[in-house]
Antibody, heavy 118, light 113 residues
Framework: EVQLVESGGGSVTPGGSLRLSCAAS????????MTWVRQAPGKGLEWVGR??????????DYGAPVKGRFTISRDDSENILYLQMNSLKTEDTAFYYC?????????WGQGTLVFVST | DIVMTQSPASLTMSLGERATINCKSS????????????LAWYQQKAGQPPKLIIH???TRESGVPDRFSGSGSATDFTLTINNLQAEDVAVYYC?????????FGQGTKVEIK
């Protein structure tokens, strides 16, 4: 069974940094393309970005609101996906979900809340 | 970016009725080389993460009841829920995965009268 468990969320002031982790199990992580999707409280879904598998170059793509501030990386030896978030803004407040990507976002974690406020 | 527009924003139906949710993309998400529409539907119940229910516009995920069906192609898509059940109360989102950035519709809230 696919399991994705996010961690690392919390409260941070504007301009600060946070690193989220997503521990994966139940599938061959190194073969998987992975994404981050976020959802501001009470709002809709927003795609943050994705990372391809190493065999497909391990390259990344990002949505415009986070490009240049957020970095997605992966540790295939530990089956962990990361989201490094720098220069955080109040509008980055959201639940952050990691997902597997096989075309559509197939499996989702439970999410971790990031709260950016003074 | 491809803009996904859902309608209506909310639906209140009686048990057993048919719910219809529309999704329109600002450009075609039909990939001509394989004739597949890169369109997914997700269901999000209160307090839970989204769940993929339909991909390739009309392919139900394993375990999804057959009262859920997806149709449409290119730029116009529909999610139909036949025989609406209490457990179908949720927000439904469409998403294109034809290109990056992936984009979602704004969601349609389905409630029971």
């Amino acid at each position: 069974e696919v399991q994705l468990v996010e961690s690392g969320g919390g409260s941070v002031t504007p301009g600060g940094s946070l690193r989220l982790s997503c521990a994966a199990s139940g599938f061959t992580f190194s073969d998987a393309w992975m994404t981050w999707v976020r959802q501001a409280p009470g709002k809709g879904l927003e795609w943050v970005g994705r990372i391809r598998s190493k065999v497909h170059g391990g390259t990344t793509d990002y949505g415009a609101p986070v490009k240049g501030r957020f970095t997605i990386s992966r540790d295939d030896s530990e089956n962990i996906l990361y989201l490094q978030m720098n220069s955080l803004k109040t509008e980055d407040t959201a639940f952050y979900y990691c997902t597997t990507e096989d075309g559509a976002a197939k499996s989702w974690g439970q999410g971790t809340l990031v709260f950016v406020s003074t | 970016d491809i803009v996904m527009t859902q309608s209506p924003a909310s639906l209140t139906m009686s048990l057993g009725e048919r719910a219809t949710i529309n999704c329109k993309s600002s450009q075609s998400v039909l990939y001509s080389s394989n004739n597949k529409d890169y369109l997914a539907w997700y269901q999000q119940k209160a307090g839970q993460p989204p769940k993929l229910i339909i991909h390739w516009a009309s392919t139900r995920e394993s375990g999804v009841p057959d009262r859920f069906s997806g149709s449409g192609s290119a730029t116009d898509f529909t999610l139909t829920i036949n025989n609406l059940q209490a457990e179908d109360v949720a927000v439904y989102y469409c998403q294109q995965y034809y290109t990056t950035p992936r984009t979602f519709g704004q969601g349609t809230k389905v409630e029971i009268k």
